[in-house]
């Protein structure tokens, strides 16, 4: 399929507008993409530790989380994405889990001394970037944006996949 094949489709589909729609939301997401690659790739370079990684540090810089499902809903991802960039965290010897003081069965997430010296010289990730701009956002355009990339997931058929961090291998070795 050539460039300009997908507004030819829309074009038949329906008006001029939703083509011109169609494409600043193809360059949006692009751009969006883009950077957030470039910055995960920086973020590496600069710190030796994925942008998952970093932004899970930075929220546990503001705080300790009193659970793994605490900490997934501050960076807003599944518990299961938090699990696995706290145990790489955890084993970098970056953070680390202790039991809870007022439950022994709930297991505490701390940044440690390394992870907060390693914080000193590292730029805010992306994904912090994005966080913040969503809560700057009117709640009705947020809304209209995740009703709108949900729907566009569930025309490509990928609704079902699982939501990780951006750029975060995980399996085996960090990403």
Same mark, same amino acid.
Request: net charge neutral.
């Given at each position: 399929? $050539? ?9 038949c589909?329906?008006? $001029?507008?939703?083509? /011109? ?6 360059d949006?997401l692009r751009?969006l %993409?883009?950077?957030?690659?470039v910055?995960?790739?920086a %973020? ?5 530790i994925? &942008?998952?990684? !970093?932004?899970?540090?930075?929220q546990?810089?503001?705080a300790?989380a009193?659970?793994v499902?605490? !900490?997934?809903?501050r960076?807003r991802? $599944?518990?299961?994405?938090v ?5 790489? !965290?955890? *084993?970098?010897g970056?953070? @680390?889990?202790?039991?809870?003081g007022d439950d022994?069965?709930?297991?505490? %997430?701390?940044?440690?001394?390394? &992870? ?5 010289? @590292?730029s805010p990730?992306?994904?912090s970037?994005? %966080?913040?701009?969503l ?7 947020? /809304?209209?944006l *995740?009703? &709108? !990339?949900? *729907?566009? @997931?569930?025309e490509?058929?990928? /609704? ?6 951006f750029?975060?291998? /995980?399996g085996?070795?960090?990403?």
């Open positions: 399929m $050539h460039a300009g094949a997908g507004r030819d489709i829309f074009r589909m329906g008006s $001029h507008t939703n083509t /011109e729609a169609a494409s600043a939301v193809m949006a751009t %993409v883009r950077a957030l690659r910055s995960t790739l %973020v590496e370079r600069e710190t030796g994925s &942008g998952a990684q !970093l932004f899970v540090l930075r546990l810089a503001g300790p009193r659970s499902n605490e !900490l997934a809903e960076t991802t $599944h518990q299961s994405s699990s696995t960039v706290v145990s790489r !965290l955890v *084993a970098r970056l953070a @680390a889990r202790a039991p809870s022994a069965r709930r297991m505490e %997430v701390r940044i440690t001394d390394a &992870g907060r010296e390693l914080l000193l010289g @590292a990730p992306l994904q970037r994005m %966080v913040d701009a809560a700057r956002l009117p709640a009705a355009q947020v /809304e209209a *995740a009703g &709108g !990339l949900a *729907a566009l @997931a569930r490509m058929g990928i /609704e079902e996949l699982p939501a990780s961090f750029y975060e291998d /995980e085996g070795e960090d990403g």
